[in-house]
């Protein structure tokens, strides 16, 4: 069983950053790979950004790359979402989510969420 945990959503102007942190707790931490989620209002939730805990190969959503670091401290047991240059489109419920092995792009893919955190983009 894994249960995730997210923190340090918030309130930032345009341009701005915030690091979004998820605690994993488990046993087989480095059998995971972790995604990062978010879901705006009235839209589906989409992909942000994973790693495979097991080697730390990074994926990104093409309007997040260059702006979004996907980091995990395996000593920890956390994973992190440095997010810069924030605009309000970024604006979301952010959420982590855990699957067995392998990177997905699919919020189908992924067993395990935790309860997301506030990310608001004011411009």
């Known amino acids: 069983q894994v249960q995730l945990t997210e923190s340090g959503g918030g309130l930032v102007q345009a341009g701005g950053s915030l690091r979004l942190s998820c605690a994993v707790s488990?046993?087989?931490?480095?059998?995971?790979?972790v995604g990062w989620f978010r879901q705006a209002p009235w839209k589906d939730r989409e992909f942000v950004a994973d790693?495979?805990?097991?080697?730390?190969?990074?994926r990104y959503e093409d309007s997040v790359k260059g702006r979004f670091t996907i980091v995990t401290d395996n000593a920890e047991k956390m994973v992190y979402l440095q997010m810069s240059s924030l605009k309000p489109e970024d604006t979301a419920v952010y959420f982590c989510?855990?699957?067995?092995?392998?990177?997905?792009?699919?919020?189908?893919?992924?067993?395990?969420w935790g309860q997301g955190t506030q990310v608001t983009v004011s411009s």
């Open positions: 989510a855990a699957r067995f092995l392998f990177l997905g792009t699919s919020p189908a893919a992924y067993k395990y």
């Open positions: 488990g046993r087989t931490f480095s059998y995971y790979a």
């Open positions: 790693i495979s805990l097991s080697d730390s190969t990074t």
